[in-house]
């Protein structure tokens, strides 16, 4: 039986199939459906069948075929509430719902009424397409800025061009965002920001308090949107892309590069040499462990364990040098190209990597054996945060944030890619949903990362690190490229165009995915957990300087210094929101 079949069959029963395509990887199949069967086809797909909303892409494809396209990812992988409910492996796949939407009438029933975890992907489609989707619990701006025109939807093929900016809005004429606005005597509103987020986008966060408890959040994203789509859809090659897609995030702009790269190079069939999927695998799993070490690091430095992540930096420092023995440089930018890699690995650069990973581990578990005797530390850590079992398989978050919540969701289980079907590993799980669990989650990683660059390193295959692509490019050919980033998973869509351009790149950081249920874990903890919670998320969090704390009833406002919320978030002691 050919891939996805089992769950077409079923879907057929309730939902008028038009189309069924079949791309380049086996596993990936597109199922057309008309648009007001939307809802309903993605919701049996996700509860039902077991699948997660991987991403969504809108499109515009009145080029070729006179209409927009929606296309919705699900992984069909299981509901994984329980061990018993996960599809077989032989069966994981991904479908892809795809729908037309008429380019006179561009509306389509929400699916985020049946699907919570939609929200975020149709209010962009909107943003950016002027896809408007009826009945959407939420339709506030998400991606493009409060002062952008309106009418103007930047990723229309005939709407800008890429290099048009319009023109601001004088400060005094700016409109202000609409956040949230919870009622009850006592609420206090608590702007935080600005937040910077994967290096690359500052936010806005209200947290809404009654007394030190907050019983509500709402948060403001994409400060700093790049136009990178817009830019690779009118300027660029592919190798250019993957450089491109290295900048998303300091630090796992590796994880980028490679969905972004095996996007393309699937969608034509181009297979890699074994040497350079075993190199990727690997340059992927250091890029976890620097990035691992450095969440664990903050989550104990913002409770005030300072000398526990001078400690944790310290082994930190180590993987940075094994990167740079693999990649010849510190940070893994620049070595993935079409058809492989552009550097290959010496025999003793190999010999001194196997030599770091040992004194890694070594010391990895005697900082972390210290970290559990401290009774304070883990005192900070339990019962905080908490991420629903429910709340997560509607919003389908990805990473440690979900793993640390009892499911065994991981895409290099789950959808293996270049040298993972050759390698042994356990998937960490947690089932305590707080932040202990999403910090224990990484901890384990951290031994299975070690455990996987040191089989690659044993196991690697001889020959070349990389091919010419000989195939020319077809129009039109489309495919997902998939990894397990340290914060989750990444999450790349490109379609073909003419000339060897890319006609739609999709990019969807692991980020994303968690953004939505972020809301849930705030709710029930104190200002002095906030800061916590949004660490164990694993957003790249600095650039904060003050919060203003705002009294809904009286608004009497009071200013806090940034030392001020961290002093209180390490000790607990003398409330800043008193006497508020």
Known sequence: MLKGEIFINQLKQRITIRNIERQQPEDQVTITVDRNDLP?????????????????????????????????????????????????QNEKCWITVKAFVPAADPTFPSVTCKVPAAVWYEREAYDLF????????????????????????????????????????????????????????????????????????P?????????????????????????????????????????????????????????????????????????????????????????????????????????AFMHIFRIREFSMELAQLVTGGRKTYGNVVMGGLRRDMSGTEIKKSLELIKTIEQQLKEVWEAVMDDKAQIGRWKGVGILDPKVARDFSPVGPNIRGSGFKRDSRYDHPYDFFDQIEFNVAVEFGCDVFSREMVRYKELLESISIIRQCFEMM????????????????????????????????????????????????????????????????????????????????????????VVDIKSQKSKVLTHQDLKRYSQTLKNSPLKNM
Request: net charge negative; proline share 6%.
């Open 461 to 548: 295959p001889g020959g070349q690190t990389i091919i010419s692509p000989q195939t020319m490019i077809k129009p039109g050919a489309y495919a997902i490229g998939n990894d397990e980033a340290p914060r989750g998973e990444n999450m790349h869509w490109i379609m073909h165009g003419n000339a060897q351009k890319v006609y739609r790149w999709r990019c969807r950081a692991a980020t994303y995915n968690n953004w939505s249920s972020l809301r849930y874990q705030f709710r029930g903890n104190t200002i002095a957990d906030a800061a916590l919670i949004v660490c164990s998320l694993d957003p790249c969090y600095s650039c904060t300087e003050r919060v203003t």
């Open 130 to 201: 002027g896809l408007r989707a009826i009945g959407l619990p939420d339709p506030r701006r998400l991606v493009v800025a409060d002062d952008w025109p309106d009418n103007l939807f930047p990723l229309r093929k005939d709407s800008m061009d890429y290099r048009h900016r319009p023109d601001p809005v004088d400060h005094k004429d700016e409109p202000d965002y609409d956040f949230m606005h919870p009622l009850g005597s006592g609420v206090v509103d608590v702007p935080l920001g600005p937040l910077h987020i994967t290096s690359d986008e």
């Open 203 to 307: 936010g806005h966060f209200r947290l809404y308090c009654d007394g030190d408890t907050i019983i509500d959040a709402d948060y403001r994203l994409f400060y700093q949107h790049r136009g990178m789509e817009k830019l690779a859809e009118n300027r660029m090659n592919y190798d250019q892309m993957g450089y491109l897609a290295e900048r998303v995030c300091g630090i796992c702009g590796y994880a980028h590069a490679i969905a972004c790269i095996e996007a393309a190079e699937r969608a034509i069939g181009l297979d890699i040499p074994l040497r350079a999927q075993a190199m990727r695998v690997i340059c992927l799993e250091i890029e976890r462990l620097h990035s691992h070490l450095l969440n664990i690091g903050l989550a104990c430095e913002v409770t005030g364990n300072v000398n």
């Open 40 to 88: 309903e086809a993605v919701r049996t797909l996700y509860y039902d069948m077991g699948g997660w909303l991987s991403t969504m892409i809108p499109n515009d494809e009145r080029q070729l075929n006179g209409n927009y396209v929606l296309y919705y990812v699900l992984s069909m992988e299981g509901g994984k509430l329980t061990p018993e409910d996960e599809v077989e």
